[in-house]
């Protein structure tokens, strides 16, 4: 079989692209019902009990979107994450690998010092390739009103655009702050991973291995979700409506955290923990074996 450096560089740079693609693709697929509550749930216009359309929480949701909807609506709007999400997953994969050379420093092997910034750097370029279809989806699950009303992903684009514009007040308003949600939790993300990978011991049996990477997988995502969230905060107050119109309260990145504090309290920077815990703690470690798995098949075919 053909090793990694055997492999030409751009050859090996498609694969990584292509590996990177499929974890993306299948990460979403099985997420979904979790995203579509988690959108549901956001989506309410009141917090008083009325019956079948409000729900109390995600498992409640779950219940009353199969009894009401059936098993299929979990996956309703999965073509624009497939859209959106595939090739960020590529970029993310692709950027982290193919930086890590950069952060070497003279060691003979990589470092969890590494590690981190390439997953830093690989954050940071995901953040300004997604930022725009964040704005969309921030002011989608903004929408109050019924989802039958809901305006689709291509009419919200069409608003945003020719009322604010491409710039940062428009498409492309909170850049910043999903650069720092997105390069502090792939530092954490891919540093954590790589690191306790390498020191934890391997299982000879390909069971317990699997169940190793998944642990391991697991932890990262979920440690990564509770370091990066104020800035997730800070990134939907800033992309969100803002509490009077025709004011911009939500401004700048840090800006927002220190007004979120100071009038909320430091809780109010974890909101939105739990349902991001349950999604991109399995999701975290969903993406990474389906990358090291698919990879690794695609050098085997390069033999």
């Known amino acids: 079989m053909a090793t990694q450096n055997e492999i030409p560089p751009l050859k090996r740079a498609a694969l990584q692209v292509v590996a990177g693609g499929s974890a993306g693709f299948v990460e979403v697929c099985i997420m979904q019902p979790l995203d579509v509550v988690k959108t549901r749930?956001?989506?309410?216009?009141?917090?008083?009990?009325?019956?079948?359309?409000?729900?109390?929480?995600?498992?409640?949701?779950?219940?009353?979107?199969?009894?009401?909807?059936?098993?299929?609506?979990?996956w309703k709007g999965i073509l624009p994450p497939v859209i959106a999400e595939t090739p960020k997953r590529a970029?993310?994969?692709?950027?982290?690998?193919?930086?890590?050379?950069?952060?070497?420093?003279?060691?003979?092997?990589?470092?969890?010092?590494t590690f981190s910034l390439a997953g830093l750097t690989a954050g940071l370029v995901e953040a300004i390739a997604v930022n725009p279809f964040e704005v969309v989806k921030v002011a989608q699950q903004a929408d109050r009103t019924k989802m039958k009303e809901t305006l689709g992903t291509w009419a919200?684009?069409?608003?945003?655009?020719?009322?604010?514009?491409?710039?940062?007040?428009?498409?492309?308003?909170?850049?910043?702050?999903?650069?720092?949600?997105?390069?502090?939790?792939?530092?954490?993300?891919?540093?954590?991973?790589?690191?306790?990978?390498?020191i934890?011991?391997?299982?000879?049996?390909?069971?317990?291995?699997?169940?190793?990477?998944?642990?391991?997988?697991?932890?990262?995502?979920?440690?990564?979700?509770?370091?990066?969230?104020?800035?997730?905060?800070?990134?939907?107050?800033?992309?969100?409506?803002?509490?009077?119109?025709?004011?911009?309260?939500?401004?700048?990145?840090?800006g927002s955290i220190a007004t979120v504090y100071r009038e909320e309290g430091f809780r109010a920077l974890y909101k939105g923990l739990v349902p991001k815990v349950m999604r991109l703690g399995p999701g975290g470690a969903i993406m990474l074996l389906v990358f090291e798995y698919a990879y690794e098949f695609l050098q085997k075919k390069c033999i």
């Open 200 to 254: 934890v011991p391997a299982y000879e049996d390909n069971t317990k291995e699997f169940f190793r990477k998944v642990l391991i997988g697991f932890t990262s995502g979920t440690l990564a979700c509770f370091v990066n969230i104020p800035f997730d905060v800070a990134k939907s107050r800033i992309q969100g409506p803002q509490p009077q119109p025709g004011i911009i309260k939500y401004k700048s990145t840090f």
């Open 91 to 113: 970029i993310k994969f692709v950027c982290f690998e193919q930086t890590k050379p950069l952060f070497l420093f003279g060691a003979p092997a990589p470092t969890p010092l």
């Open 41 to 74: 749930m956001q989506l309410q216009n009141t917090t008083k009990a009325i019956g079948e359309n409000h729900y109390k929480g995600v498992f409640d949701c779950f219940a009353k979107m199969y009894r009401n909807e059936g098993l299929f609506s979990f």
């Open 156 to 198: 919200v684009t069409k608003r945003i655009v020719q009322q604010d514009g491409l710039g940062f007040r428009g498409l492309n308003k909170g850049v910043t702050a999903t650069m720092g949600r997105n390069g502090v939790f792939n530092m954490v993300y891919f540093g954590f991973y790589h690191s306790v990978k390498n």
